[in-house]
């Protein structure tokens, strides 16, 4: 399987795995918590995969990058939290960032 494909699927379910720890309020909602304990061992199961490609450093950081800036957009889609054009400004440096490093060549 490529790289950019597992390291796809790991982003996905940290992803989901964060949204549902949201929705989860606090390990109290069966169907939420359940999926938290599913996609966060999946997410780095598939992260160390993509490690044995990938160095450590440009791994983590479009992982956690892409991630972080997914979250802040469902945050404030699906749980009604402030996306100032501040922070929209940030997540846009992230998401070149990560570009960057994709275009560098270390990327998958």
């Given amino acids: 399987m490529p790289v950019a494909l597992v ?3 790991a982003i ?3 992803i989901v795995g ?3 720890l949201r929705a989860s309020h606090g390990f109290t909602r069966l169907i939420p918590s359940l999926v938290v304990v599913t996609m966060y061992p999946l997410s780095f199961y598939l992260l160390s ?3 044995e490609r990938m160095t ?3 791994t983590y950081a479009i ?4 991630g972080t800036a997914a979250i802040a957009v469902i945050g404030a889609l699906a749980f009604g939290e402030s996306l100032s054009l501040v922070k929209i400004g940030f997540l ?3 998401i070149v960032g990560v570009v960057g490093l994709q275009l560098s060549g270390s990327g998958p």
């Fill in 7 to 9: 390291l796809g699927t």
């Fill in 18 to 20: 964060t949204t549902a």
């Fill in 56 to 58: 450590i450093g440009v």
């Fill in 63 to 66: 992982w956690s990058g892409v």
């Fill in 92 to 94: 846009a440096l992230v």
């Fill in 12 to 14: 996905a379910a940290e």
């Fill in 49 to 51: 995969k993509v490690l």
